[in-house]
């Protein structure tokens, strides 16, 4: 059924990705026509794709396109947009842009310019709450900004301390700090890291509470003097300061601390005169303690478990209160229904210190969307996953009566992910929620850390995995060269027949230190496969539509199977798995370019050099600075050995692949 919306007709979304696409899609229910804005990298993106109207607003870099506000009040100008939501990120929490798109005379979908610029400085915020009666953190909050006071003010608080860029948000900007000799360190690359991402690299320290749990409280308010909260997300699963898993509601939550926590977070909107979508952020503690933390003046990533359990569209709220309607509901006509999950599947390499991944996406294969399961994507297969921007393909969010029942259904929706082109955190996020930590719901920003053993890859496959791999390997050579050619020629047949008896194939296959050498024959109804010296087994079974059913050692094994460039992937119900056909004479090639040298893991800007040339270092010894996608990544010795040059100064950019130091190992 459509909801009337009484006053736009077409919005601009000034942003890209899967909350460009989730805005389309409430629009489109709207009746409301969408314009798309893009980069040159975002040309044929897929919100590009899905929008009425797309228009270009510059380069790829988003310094000079998605927060370029003139050129978007541009775009929403020429396309008669009345009004332009900004999503998350980019422009959705800059006062400036609220004010221009006022003076422009076009609706901002969010909250008014002195809210916004109210929290956005965190050190104000804190003492606007404090006025408020909203419970904080102990720590400083001042303007004062030279190292040695801030460190004397972190030795006086007590470490731990967490430094936090007073302008920031999403984890840049933050660090955790243990003890006085290491405070200088880690706010220089604090305040650098700020400074990147937001211009502005004045910071605050707060004491670190030990064991907390991340517990932020949605709020919405209308222009009509009313506010409301949504209930609570539990956000306590990160790295980096950085969400990996949220849930709603936060469990062993108790109706007088949601009631609390309810109460403090609808105050805090009020006092800045909110309106609109917001969220406001608690540090727990487990003595049941909270504490204000910040508050995002925008819709967050997390969102749609909210909306699952409270059966809301958010995006529907921020449109109807940014066109002067009151709020849809009263806070007692708001109650919680079943558990809600939601992972972030991004395109980055969890056994790598979760570095970015680039590249096509050749083979993407996501869970089947019901009732129960959605998937928010900005992606499709054959789409490009950038350096420019963050690496995100998915937001997975499932439903169930309870916590239990929605714990298996993520579970399931993530062994349906099927990625090739681009390393995936999938097989680490399956790892996780599986721990028992997060089964137990014994939830604290620390579970990764604690839970570092069962969140290891596993070295290698187990035995049958080898012998399916290899199956895979020949079916799927098999497929692209029938595909390639002329299907109907008996020329062209791949089944390995030849005159009195099939073809084989010999395949040494690699799975990270290990090797083994497989022989498949291709057999009427299946396949004989021998590894090493081992007797040969009989495998049954057929392939087809990229999957491999077969019966193997007594067990039914039905698993996705891709190949790509010498590597072949099966996507089992405990993970994907990925084989490299081994090339002796190519890998030692590669081994003889690569040798003496450290290479950049992706395009990025040198931060910093950390070691002279002429240095003796120890494996593991940090070596570079590389600040690629808004972040800081440490590149490091990868074994004893001499550091005897940099190919790159400070603030160069480097490519993919490039030759960063001239190392000789030892």
């Not at 681009?422 to 990764?448: W, Y």
């Not at 931060?607 to 120890?618: F, H």
Request: charge should be negative; glycine fraction near 10%; proline fraction near 5%.
């Amino acid at each position: 059924m459509t909801e009337p919306c009484t006053m736009f007709t077409k919005i601009l979304i000034a942003n890209r990705g899967e909350i460009a696409c989730r805005v389309i899609a409430t629009c489109r229910r709207l009746g409301i026509a969408t314009v798309a804005v893009y980069s040159d990298a975002d040309r044929t993106a897929r919100h590009v794709r899905l929008a009425d109207e797309a228009i270009a607003i510059g380069p790829a870099p988003a310094a000079e396109s998605y927060l370029r506000a003139d050129v978007i009040l541009e775009a929403a100008r020429r396309s008669g947009a009345q009004a332009i939501h900004p999503g998350y990120g980019f422009l959705s929490e800059n006062s400036a842009f609220a004010e221009a798109c006022a003076a422009a005379g076009v609706v901002f979908i969010g909250p008014p310019a002195s809210a916004i610029r109210a929290m956005g400085d965190k050190s104000a915020a804190k003492a606007l709450m404090q006025q408020a009666g909203v419970p904080l953190t102990p720590g400083y909050h001042g303007d004062d900004q030279d190292p040695q006071f801030l460190r004397g003010q972190a030795d006086a608080i007590g470490y731990p301390v967490l430094i936090k860029a007073s302008a920031g948000g999403g984890g840049k900007g933050m660090r955790r700090v243990d003890d006085s000799a290491a405070f200088i360190e880690a706010l220089a690359s604090c305040q650098r890291e700020a400074r990147s991402a937001f211009g502005n690299d004045h910071v605050l320290v707060e004491k670190y509470v030990l064991r907390p749990r991340h517990i932020e409280i949605q709020v919405f308010g209308d222009g009509h003097g009313n506010v409301v909260h949504l209930f609570e997300r539990d956000c306590s699963v990160q790295r980096r300061h950085q969400k990996v898993l949220e849930e709603a509601p936060a469990p062993g939550m108790t109706a007088e601390r949601r009631a609390a926590m309810g109460k403090a977070a609808v105050d805090a909107a009020r006092a800045v005169g909110y309106v609109g979508a917001g969220t406001v952020e608690f540090i727990a503690s487990p003595d049941g303690d909270f504490y204000f933390m910040e508050m995002n003046t925008r819709l967050q990533v997390e969102h749609p478990v909210t909306e699952f359990i409270t059966g809301t569209d958010l995006v529907a709220w921020q449109l109807r209160v940014a066109a002067g309607q009151p709020l849809p509901k009263r806070q007692d006509e708001l109650a919680i229904s079943g558990h809600a999950l939601e992972a972030r599947l991004y395109a980055e390499d969890a056994d790598k210190g979760f570095l970015p991944s680039i590249g096509t996406l050749r083979h993407l294969r996501l869970p089947q969307e019901s009732a129960h399961v959605r998937v928010d994507t900005g992606v499709e297969q054959g789409d490009t996953i950038t350096p420019f921007y963050d690496p995100m393909i998915a937001k997975l969010i499932v439903w169930d009566v309870d916590r239990d029942a929605a714990l298996r259904r993520m579970q399931q929706a993530l062994a349906d992910c099927q990625v090739v082109g681009v390393t995936t955190n999938a097989g680490f996020l399956r790892r996780l929620v599986c721990t028992d930590s997060f089964a137990q719901a014994k939830l604290d920003t620390a579970l990764i850390e604690r839970e570092q053993d069962a969140l290891a890859a596993p070295a290698a496959g187990e035995a049958a995995l080898w012998t399916l791999a290899a199956i895979g390997a020949v079916v799927t050579t098999a497929r692209a060269a029938v595909d390639a050619r002329d299907p109907r020629s008996p020329w062209q047949a791949q089944d390995g027949w030849r005159i009195g008896a099939s073809a084989s194939r010999l395949l040494p296959l690699q799975q990270g230190e290990r090797q083994h050498s497989l022989r498949v024959q291709t057999q009427p109804g299946g396949w004989q496969v021998q590894r090493d010296a081992e007797p040969a087994q009989q495998v049954s079974g057929r392939f087809a539509d990229g999957q491999l059913d077969v019966a193997l050692d007594g067990q039914r094994w039905r698993v996705g199977v891709q190949r790509d460039d010498g590597q072949v992937y099966l996507f089992t119900a405990q993970g994907q798995q990925r084989f490299s056909v081994h090339d002796p004479v190519g890998e030692s090639e590669q081994a003889t370019a690569d040798a003496g040298s450290l290479l950049a893991p992706m395009p990025g800007r040198i931060v910093a050099t950390l070691v002279e040339p002429g240095s003796k270092v120890s494996r593991g010894t940090p070596l570079v600075v590389l600040e690629a996608m808004k972040m800081e990544h440490t590149l490091a010795a990868p074994a004893d050995g001499t550091v005897h040059g940099y190919r790159a100064k400070a603030g160069e950019q480097v490519g993919d692949g490039a030759v960063l130091v001239d190392f000789e190992a030892v």
